[in-house]
């Protein structure tokens, strides 16, 4: 079941970064298919396989929409995928993964880094990417291995 969210901010309704907005942390602004939006950490943290090795998954190949990205997944049959569109929030892509990781580095959020996490970018039918939290690299890891993925919402600022 999906969760009832904030879907749109005014711009001037948005709080300082690293400041509670629509259920999480407002991680930064940032433009998205020619949309400025605002994404927000949340504080949920799923586990699993990203999908099916050795089956590349249409539509999932995005390094900066997290949202399309985890709708192909869960389309595709990604428990993970599922589990963070039931949040109200998607897998972050590559590049919204990066944006979090800026935001640890600056001290606006909190994050595990005793491993690597699943973005919703994937690299081929046998890999994708993951971020790991401690220093901000990405690396490619096989779809059927399980790691952790901190959820994200994405709200077009008006």
């Known amino acids: ?24 942390i407002f ?38 929409d997290g949202e399309a990205n985890t709708r192909a997944m869960a389309e595709a ?13 998607h897998i972050p892509s590559c590049l919204e993964g990066q944006l979090v990781m800026a935001a640890k580095a600056e001290g606006l959020v909190a994050l595990r880094e005793d491993r690597f996490h699943w973005t919703s970018t ?15 690299s990405q690396n490619v890891y096989g779809k059927s291995g399980e790691l952790r993925v901190r959820p994200v919402r994405s709200l077009p600022i008006r």
Do not use: C, H
């Not at 079941?1 to 999480?24: K, N, S, Y």
């Not at 049959?77 to 929030?89: N, P, Y």
């Not at 994937?122 to 901000?136: I, K, L, T």
């Open 1 to 24: 079941m999906t969760q009832t969210t904030q879907q749109v901010i005014a711009a001037a309704d948005l709080p300082e970064r690293g400041q509670p907005l629509a259920g999480g």
């Open 122 to 136: 994937q690299r081929s039918a046998y890999g994708a990417f993951g971020v790991y939290f401690e220093d901000g």
């Open 27 to 64: 991680v930064t602004r940032y433009w998205l298919n020619g949309e400025e939006r605002a994404l927000v950490l949340l504080d949920d943290e799923l586990s699993g396989e990203w999908g099916k090795y050795g089956v590349k998954i249409p539509g999932a190949d995005s390094y900066s």
């Open 77 to 89: 049959g990604s428990e993970i995928a599922i589990k963070a569109l039931g949040l109200g929030a």
